[in-house]
């Protein structure tokens, strides 16, 4: 297993530019299965979840090409195998995003029902009642559920949960009602960008969608889509990410290929902290620090609100600040394993129900840290960015599922990130021995 070892410190300065965003890319690649012939998506991230994906597509006869240029094509080749395998969902829940086109295409889908997750209770019994509601037969049987129609019947669905609507249960049912007959008016919908962009592909492909980005989505079933060529979004969340990187080592960056209207909750609050950030360009953000930051109390909610995805890094950004901050995460109330391992550097988080109180420190301290989760990982080399001394991350295979080539472009603006094997990280560095010197 790959570790990072960073040595904190140093400001980062210049220009870096966001990938395309993961979380858009996954429901956009599994929609190809509505279709014959070839949808290329354009700007497609290569990271392992895409990776995944890719290989339960090829398992359930879809032909992929990765190009230089980023962009994937995809084929379907055989619609005989509706089995989406327990090694692969097991991987990476998101997964499940192929029920839906599935089930619309093929009358049939067999998904492993997905388990626990580190960042909390992820049920999707949501996804289940609106295949239900659309006239699917749904069995659950060994730990897969078995999902069966002849013809979907379009059908109105209610989308919401109890920590808000859902994206991928939106994906999903979005996937499904666009083949089935007559209308579907999907309400308390997700209006993430990412949902947004599904079906602006769908709409490509020649499906009936209106009202996306609100929470009432119509559609209007047809009998076939044709295949298309999209470019996927700028992922949000890495933006998003280095625009606190930027914040916390007080640095000065230039974000390229950037939507600012979908960083819109991220950007106020971060000015209310006192963090500059301009829009400089087309797609294009300036971040700079030029006055003291102060702490502030922070949700996380579904769009447009500040994204769960996001919790984790404003929580390292708010260790730093003096005075005390709150942070709550109403969509994922538990999502908070980043917190004992920020600690170990010095922070001062006190976790309450589903919130984090925080007393900012003057320094946060290298260490040995653990990566639990996708973000709780990028809240940690945050934390390391700014920290003094060495601080080696574990586990980092999390990292690689959603930020792409990230040491390559943190180093680029001035970091200092090495990606070296679990057993070299067990050497202690010489600034390490020094501070195991200093605390003796
Ligand atoms: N929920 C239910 N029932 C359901 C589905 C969801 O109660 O049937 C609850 C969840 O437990 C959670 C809330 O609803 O409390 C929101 O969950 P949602 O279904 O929206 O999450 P998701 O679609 O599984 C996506 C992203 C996550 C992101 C969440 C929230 C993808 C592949 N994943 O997950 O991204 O945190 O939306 O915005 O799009 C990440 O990228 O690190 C990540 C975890």
Same mark, same amino acid.
């Given at each position: 297993?790959?570790?990072?070892?960073?040595?904190?410190?140093?400001?980062?300065?210049?220009?870096?530019?966001?990938?395309?965003?993961?979380?858009?890319?996954?429901? $956009?690649? !599994?929609?190809?299965?509505?279709?014959?012939?070839?949808?290329?998506?354009?700007?497609?991230?290569?990271?392992?979840?895409?990776?995944?994906?890719? &290989?339960?597509?090829? &398992?359930?006869?879809?032909?992929?090409?990765?190009?230089?240029?980023?962009?994937?094509?995809?084929?379907?080749?055989?619609?005989?195998?509706?089995?989406?395998?327990?090694?692969?969902?097991?991987?990476?829940?998101?997964?499940?995003?192929? $029920?839906?086109?599935?089930?619309?295409? @093929?009358?049939?889908?067999?998904?492993?029902?997905?388990?626990?997750?580190?960042?909390?209770?992820?049920?999707?019994?949501?996804?289940?009642?609106?295949?239900?509601?659309?006239?699917?037969?749904?069995?659950?049987?060994?730990?897969?559920?078995? #999902?069966?129609?002849?013809?979907?019947?379009?059908?109105?669905?209610?989308?919401?949960?109890?920590?808000?609507?859902?994206?991928?249960?939106?994906?999903?049912?979005?996937?499904?009602?666009?083949? !089935?007959?007559?209308?579907?008016?999907?309400?308390?919908?997700?209006?993430?960008?990412?949902?947004?962009?599904?079906?602006?592909? #769908?709409?490509?492909?020649? *499906?009936?969608?209106?009202?996306?980005?609100?929470?009432?989505?119509?559609?209007?079933?047809?009998?076939?889509?044709?295949?298309?060529?999209?470019?996927?979004?700028?992922?949000?969340?890495?933006?998003?990410?280095?625009?606190?990187?930027?914040? $916390?080592?007080?640095?000065?960056?230039?974000?390229?290929?950037?939507?600012?209207? %979908?960083?819109?909750?991220?950007?106020?609050?971060?000015?209310?902290?006192?963090?500059?950030?301009?829009?400089?360009?087309? &797609?294009?953000?300036?971040?700079?620090?030029?006055?003291?930051?102060?702490?502030?109390?922070?949700?996380? #909610?579904?769009?447009?609100?500040?994204?769960?995805?996001?919790?984790?890094?404003?929580?390292?950004?708010?260790?730093?600040?003096?005075?005390?901050?709150?942070?709550?995460?109403?969509?994922?109330?538990?999502?908070?394993? %980043?917190? !004992?391992?920020?600690? @170990? $550097?010095?922070?001062?988080?006190?976790?309450?129900?589903?919130?984090?109180?925080?007393?900012?420190?003057?320094?946060?301290?290298?260490?040995?840290?653990?990566?639990?989760?996708? @973000?709780?990982? *990028?809240?940690?080399?945050?934390?390391?960015?700014?920290?003094?001394?060495?601080?080696?991350? %574990?586990?980092?295979? %999390?990292?690689?599922?959603?930020?792409?080539?990230?040491?390559?472009?943190?180093?680029?603006?001035?970091?200092?990130?090495?990606?070296?094997?679990?057993?070299? *990280?067990? @050497?202690?560095?010489?600034?390490?021995?020094?501070?195991?010197?200093?605390?003796?």
């Amino acid at each position: 297993m790959d570790v990072f070892k960073i040595q904190g410190g140093t400001s980062l300065c210049g220009t870096v530019a966001v990938s395309g965003s993961k979380n858009a890319a996954l429901p $956009m690649m !599994a929609a190809a299965l509505l279709t014959d012939g070839k949808t290329i998506l354009n700007n497609v991230p290569d990271l392992v979840d895409v990776r995944t994906l890719s &290989s339960l597509l090829t &398992s359930l006869g879809c032909e992929m090409t990765r190009h230089a240029n980023g962009s994937l094509s995809l084929e379907v080749v055989d619609e005989s195998h509706s089995e989406a395998d327990y090694e692969l969902v097991r991987k990476m829940r998101a997964s499940v995003c192929v $029920m839906g086109p599935l089930l619309a295409r @093929r009358g049939h889908a067999r998904v492993s029902l997905p388990g626990g997750c580190n960042i909390g209770h992820r049920p999707i019994d949501i996804h289940l009642r609106g295949f239900a509601a659309l006239g699917a037969q749904i069995d659950i049987h060994q730990g897969d559920i078995i #999902l069966q129609a002849t013809q979907l019947r379009g059908a109105d669905i209610d989308l919401a949960g109890p920590n808000g609507s859902t994206v991928t249960g939106t994906c999903n049912l979005l996937t499904a009602a666009v083949l !089935a007959q007559g209308k579907s008016r999907l309400t308390s919908a997700a209006m993430e960008p990412e949902v947004v962009a599904l079906a602006d592909l #769908l709409n490509e492909m020649g *499906a009936k969608i209106s009202g996306q980005g609100t929470p009432t989505l119509e559609v209007e079933g047809v009998a076939e889509l044709s295949p298309t060529t999209q470019t996927v979004i700028p992922d949000r969340i890495e933006a998003a990410t280095l625009m606190i990187a930027s914040a $916390m080592t007080r640095g000065k960056l230039t974000i390229q290929n950037v939507n600012p209207l %979908h960083l819109s909750a991220v950007t106020t609050v971060l000015q209310e902290i006192g963090v500059s950030i301009h829009e400089s360009g087309v &797609s294009q953000l300036e971040i700079a620090c030029e006055r003291e930051l102060s702490p502030v109390n922070i949700t996380a #909610l579904p769009y447009p609100g500040i994204p769960t995805d996001i919790q984790a890094q404003l929580t390292a950004l708010l260790c730093t600040l003096p005075g005390r901050s709150v942070i709550r995460d109403q969509v994922f109330p538990d999502r908070f394993m %980043h917190c !004992a391992e920020l600690n @170990r $550097m010095n922070a001062k988080i006190r976790q309450q129900g589903d919130r984090a109180l925080i007393t900012g420190v003057a320094q946060l301290q290298g260490a040995h840290v653990m990566a639990s989760d996708l @973000r709780a990982s *990028a809240a940690l080399v945050l934390a390391a960015l700014a920290a003094r001394d060495e601080t080696v991350i %574990h586990r980092i295979y %999390h990292l690689d599922r959603g930020y792409e080539a990230l040491e390559t472009k943190l180093n680029l603006l001035g970091a200092n990130v090495t990606r070296c094997r679990e057993e070299d *990280a067990q @050497r202690r560095s010489p600034s390490e021995r020094t501070n195991l010197r200093r605390s003796a």
